[in-house]
């Protein structure tokens, strides 16, 4: 019965089509590798081989879900990435996302810089009549720290994200603190999903809302209660998909409905930027200013309804860790822009 049930998954493989990519893992499986010519191609091949094997097997799918849904079970994530909090929330554990929301993490040069370029861009958009104002949407950790495991609930003296507002303010750059209107929202609704590392829809709106009332245009703010539609199931998010249990677990977003505002008939198109998914354009067909929103995965697609609502034109483009080309927000000559990376991504890749 022991052979037989080794047997089945090398019997199994033979019969089914190989796979490239595991949607239920999130990434590429391991191909198998060519015929060696060197002598370090012949050393590498027993671990290349090893990975080959433990990627394609049959039966794979099922036991790796199986193995997955186990783990979570017990509270040992199958990806390091991944931290399991209270209530199995499910936190970001990279790019020093815990260290950031402990205060365990705390890099002022590097925010320095950051602050400086934010400053030097403040200047050159003044220059051609752009206000710019400079926000940051915290980690999920930030927001929902009593969900994090006892070990990393407490609150820090003082954190990244404190730093950063305090040496934007030092240089005169207008900076938006994005932490007091979400954790006052997530009192009445969740505002961040439960199994990703985003925001939901309600709280992207609370932060658009924000946003929209640093820039002095209170009269573009949406009134939640007018279009919050309650709260919705759907599958696990990219945290999920990590741990290969985002079919397995569920996870809640709002219903935002924006049916009894007037529409305009916009037109969205892509642009070339630097970028290498591009950015977006759109064009709302009526009068009003541009705005330029300069983010990334937290802010693409969130926005881009709201803003359409009441400017002529809305550009969305990457951040890339400072890299984005100011030629590309000057050539729309937007009246706003909005500096908005992530929090553990508030940072200058360049020198």
């Known amino acids: 019965m022991v052979l037989v049930l080794l047997s089945l998954p090398m019997a199994m493989q033979v019969v089914v089509p190989e796979q490239t990519a595991s949607e239920g893992e999130a990434r590429v499986l391991s191909q198998l590798p060519d015929w060696p010519r060197r002598l370090a191609d012949w050393l590498a091949l027993p671990r290349a081989l090893d990975r080959y094997f433990a990627d394609h097997f049959g039966f794979r799918v099922d036991l790796v879900r199986a193995h997955a849904l186990l783990r979570y079970a017990v509270h040992l994530p199958s990806d390091l990435r991944v931290l399991i909090g209270r209530d199995n929330w499910l936190f970001l554990n990279g ?30 958009l003044a220059s051609r009549n752009a206000r710019l ?23 820090p ?24 209107a979400l954790l006052s929202a997530s009192a009445t609704h969740p505002t961040y999903r439960r199994t990703d590392t985003h925001w939901n ?39 999920a998909r990590l741990l290969a249990v ?8 709002a219903r935002i409905d924006l049916s ?15 970028f290498e998914e591009g950015g977006d354009l759109i064009e709302t067909g009526h ?4 705005v330029v929103v300069i983010g990334d995965s937290f802010t693409r697609g969130f926005w881009q309804d709201y803003f359409a609502m009441h400017v002529g034109r809305y550009v969305w483009i990457h951040h ?32």
Not at 287 to 290: A, E, L, M, R
């Open 95 to 124: 790019d020093g996302t815990i260290e950031q929301a402990t205060g365990k993490l705390l890099r002022p040069r590097e925010i320095a810089k950051f602050a400086d370029y934010a400053a030097v861009l403040n200047a050159r």
């Open 133 to 155: 104002l400079v926000t940051i949407p915290p980690n999920s950790s930030t927001i929902y720290r009593s969900r994090l495991p006892a070990w990393a609930a407490a609150a």
């Open 157 to 180: 003296r003082v954190s990244e994200y404190d730093l950063m507002m305090k040496a934007l303010a030092k240089r005169g750059v207008s900076a938006l603190d994005l932490r007091p």
């Open 201 to 239: 829809k309600f709280g992207a709106l609370v932060a658009y809302n924000a946003v929209v009332t640093a820039l002095d245009n209170s009269r573009w703010v949406i009134d939640p209660a007018r279009v919050l539609r309650g709260f919705e199931p759907v599958e696990g998010g990219d945290l």
């Open 246 to 253: 985002a079919h397995d677990v569920s996870d809640e977003e």
């Open 260 to 274: 009894r505002f007037d529409q305009p008939a916009s037109r969205a198109s892509r642009i070339e930027t630097q």
């Open 287 to 290: 009068t009003g200013p541009t």
């Open 320 to 351: 890339e860790l400072c890299g984005f080309a100011a030629s590309v927000v000057e050539a729309y000559q937007p009246e706003f822009v909005v500096l908005a990376p992530v929090e553990r991504q508030m940072f200058c890749r360049r020198g």
